[in-house]
Each structure stands twice: as structure tokens, then as C-alpha cells.
């Protein structure tokens, strides 16, 4: 039973980051639910195997990465909701997941801001926001774009959480 609860969380966190991932893209919003209800889900992830360790460094991960979080929002580097879910992905890949998850971010979220400077990737990312249904905003290029960078935690909160359970 506690099995599967494990997989039934483990495949709703796939669905909830990968609809934070589309409404990042759509309108750079990540909504507060959404944070809220990945990390509502994670005792159930966590009931298959608990662990006070395991437990305890799962929170302080989450909250080092917030707190790190908090620091680059007020500088104007990261979103409130990119620095909430990404709080919330270190919550679920542990004190073991949570070094590869910050680097896997960087380096996904690295390449997207490479395609979304060059003007076709800017096109691209304007084109699936007017087809998503979000208010048309003029195409912008260069260091000013906007990065919804919550398609990178998502990606590679996915790889960190999700992948090795499938080995």
C-alpha cells in the first residue's frame, strides 16, 4: 500500500511540475497552488520510506535552497515563483538529489536563456504564448527577454526525482 502511494505521488509531482513548466512558458507565472501542492504531496512520497534523517535533511535542503532563493529574488536574478518551486524540487529530491538538481537547473536553464536570447528563439517562445492563449506581448531578444525558468527546474526536477526510479 505504502508503495503505492509512493508512485501515485511520485506521478502526480511529474503532472504538477509539468503544468508549473507550461504556465511558466504561457504567462511567467508559476501560481502559489501549484508550489503548495507539490510540497503537500511529498509525505506521501516520503511515507514509503521514512526516515527522521531522511525527513530533516529533505527540509533543511528545501529550506537552504528558499533561503538562497530569497536572496537572488531580491536581487532581481530569479521570480518568486521560479525560487518556490525550486524550494519545493529540492524538497523532493533530498539531501542525496539536491546538489545535482541546483546543477541540473543551471545548466537547463542556462541553455534555455541561450535559445531565448537569439531572435528565433524569442519568436518561438511569443508564438507558443499567442497559441497557449496568453496576451500577446511584442517579441523581445537579448539580455532584456524574460526566461521562464521554471521549465528548467521542472526539467530538471523531473531527471533528479523521476529518472531513478526507472532504473
Known sequence: MALQLHYAALAAFAGLMLVAAFED??????PNALTLSVCALWPLYFAASPS???GLGALGCALAVFLAGAVCFAR???GGGDVKLLAAAALWAGPAGTPSLLVLTGVLGGMLALFMM???????????RAKLGSDPEPIQS????????????AGA???????PHFR
Not at 532584456?144 to 525558468?149: D, G, K, S, V
Open 25 to 30: 512558458l504561457r504567462r511567467f507565472i508559476i
Open 52 to 54: 527522521l534523517y531522511g
Open 76 to 78: 532581481g536574478w530569479l
Open 118 to 128: 537569439m531572435p528565433p528563439g524569442a519568436h518561438f517562445a511569443a508564438l507558443a
Open 142 to 153: 537579448g539580455l532584456a527577454a524574460p526566461i521562464p525558468y521554471g521549465i528548467a527546474i
Open 157 to 163: 526536477a523531473l531527471l533528479v526525482t523521476v529518472l
